[in-house]
Nanobody, 127 residues
Framework: QLQLVESGGGSVEAGGSLRLSCAAS????????MGWFRQVPGKEREGVAT????????DYDYSVKGRFTISRDNAKNTLYLQMNSLKSEDTALYYC????????????????????WGQGTQVTVSS
């Protein structure tokens, strides 16, 4: 059973930066796709960015493109999300997620295909 543990959330002023981390309990070689999602109370969970750990290919939601960077350290089995130029609308509970099935693809718009989820880490951006 793959376990994911996020860290790095916090409070920051608009324009600031944060880096989220997600430590995985399994080797990245066994994971096909990882992603960062976020959710605000009363709204659906939305995808932020995805990465295929073995290939390094990435994808971003238009709302964060150019500001956020998803990356991974395969030696540490850790996923990152560097968030720059933060805006108040980035305030949310951020989740790390993963799946191991290549037939699912790596699409942040298909959150239901991500089988493994972390507990979430809160990001609050004040304007």
């Amino acid at each position: 059973q793959l376990q994911l543990v996020e860290s790095g959330g916090g409070s920051v002023e608009a324009g600031g930066s944060l880096r989220l981390s997600c430590a995985a309990s399994a080797l990245f070689t066994n994971i096909y796709c990882m992603g960062w999602f976020r959710q605000v109370p009363g709204k659906e969970r939305e995808g932020v960015a995805t990465i295929k750990p073995n290939r390094g290919s990435t994808d971003y939601d238009y709302s964060v493109k150019g500001r956020f960077t998803i990356s991974r350290d395969n030696a540490k089995n850790t996923l990152y999300l560097q968030m720059n130029s933060l805006k108040s609308e980035d305030t949310a509970l951020y989740y790390c997620a993963a799946h191991t099935n290549r037939w699912y693809g790596c699409d942040m718009r298909s959150a239901g295909r991500f089988v493994y989820w972390g507990q979430g880490t809160q990001v609050t951006v004040s304007s």
